[in-house]
Nanobody, 118 residues
């Protein structure tokens, strides 16, 4: 059984930083396509960043609104994926979810709240 557990959310002032963690059990982050999504009140869930491997190459994608501010990474030894968020803005406020895709399967974490407010 696959479990994804997010942590690291909280309240931060505009311009501040947070690092989200997603601890994964039951599937390797090295062979899965791992993504961070977010959902703000009244809005659809959107993909923020993803990291995946194809052959010997690693690929990383970001939505335009977070490019240069957020960084996704993974620690294969800890089977954990991170989202480093810098220069946070009020519009980054949302529940952030970790997602794993492998083969035809997908799994979600329970989400962690990020609130950017002064």
């Amino acid at each position: 059984q696959v479990h994804l557990v997010e942590s690291g959310g909280g309240l931060v002032q505009p311009g501040g930083s947070l690092t989200l963690s997603c601890a994964v059990a039951g599937v390797s982050v090295r062979v899965s396509a791992m993504g961070w999504y977010r959902q703000a009140p009244g809005k659809q869930r959107e993909l923020v960043a993803r990291i995946f491997s194809s052959g010997n190459a690693n690929y990383i994608d970001y939505i335009d609104s977070v490019k240069g501010r957020f960084a996704i990474s993974r620690d294969n030894a800890k089977n954990t994926v991170y989202l480093q968020m810098n220069s946070l803005k009020p519009e980054d406020t949302a529940v952030y979810y970790c997602n794993a895709n492998w083969g035809d399967l997908t799994s979600w974490g329970q989400g962690t709240q990020v609130t950017v407010s002064s």
